[in-house]
């Protein structure tokens, strides 16, 4: 199974903003989180993260660092220097809406100088639910010990300055452009099974699980048995359901349901297709079953779920406002 591919048809980026920081020293900024994965780059003097709740972690020239779900952080020139708020370099830089075009701003002192130049992904539902959710908040990919790092870092600074020019095509381009570091990144995450939490990245691992996985994935609707997918993975039913087990974190039968329901998660957030419909693309035949199912899911019925996001898509709208509000008091 090509896990690469896996990854990079259910990843995929609705939309991307680029930006590019000169950062004197000293100098310190604080971000209350993002709503969307956060891809970085720096070149020149190097600088520290620190995400909330872990140890500060220095950053080399030519590093990537990822935040997938946009925690809440810290950039400095070194740790524990007060930091400027972003949002108070965003409302006084901003070109415009701040989501819709790239931001450039300078900031910091008179010394040594960081250049960071970042993307910030949104992606659909399913890549939310199924992928980042089994991430670490943040990943660290050094230069120095993988040479793929530098390439990667280089298509990334070429690509940020290219949108800063606002050619035609430039948001398409960043998008794709996140899409290409983020399964690059997953790669090397893969590459250490340490680091991934037990799920279906991890699952990728093993061939005969991946096997398994790989049918659920290309034939979700279909009522599969543990009996089917052990046959699938050429195991023996109670030898397979305990490997499955250990490595993706739940049973065969349970991961399916999940699979079902992030798709469904997808298709509702979507919004072109009667619940009926989605319903039976999930492996329902009764919407009644499929909304029980979505409940104990998501934690609400799937009408509720439409609501609720509809509200988060009117948030990301309102964000600039509300980071707005820092700097104006």
Known sequence: MDALSEVLSICRAERA???????????????????????????????????????PVRVEAGDLVML???????????????????????ARHADGPKDENPLVFTHGGRGDVTEVFSVLLWFSAYCRHSV?????????MREAQLPMAGCLATTMQSLILETLQRRPGWRLSAARMGELLLVNILRE??????????????GLGDPAIARAIQCI???????????????????????FAERFKE????????????????LAAEQLEAGQLPT??????????????????????AGMTPHAFVQHERGRREALVQWDRRQDEPARG
Do not use: C, K, N
């Open 17 to 55: 903003v680029t930006a590019r920081f000169t950062l004197r020293e000293p100098w310190a900024l604080r971000s209350d989180g993002v709503p969307g994965a956060l891809i970085r780059l720096s070149r020149g003097a190097p600088y520290w993260i620190q995400v909330a709740g872990l140890q």
């Open 68 to 90: 997938p779900t946009g925690a809440a952080h810290t950039l400095s020139a070194a740790p524990g220097l007060p930091a400027t708020p972003f949002s108070q370099l965003i």
């Open 132 to 140: 980042f959710r089994l991430l670490p908040p943040l990943i660290h």
């Open 189 to 202: 995450q893969l590459g250490r099974p340490a680091s991934v939490s037990a799920g279906w990245l991890r």
């Open 217 to 239: 994935h290309e034939a979700p609707a279909q009522g599969w048995t543990v009996e089917q997918l052990a046959r699938q993975a050429g195991m023996s039913r109670s030898r």
């Open 247 to 262: 490595l993706v974190g739940d049973s065969p039968i349970g991961y399916l349901t999940e699979h079902r329901m992030a």
């Open 276 to 297: 009926s419909r989605i319903a039976e693309q999930a492996g329902y035949e009764s919407p009644r079953v499929f909304a029980r199912a979505f409940q104990r899911w």
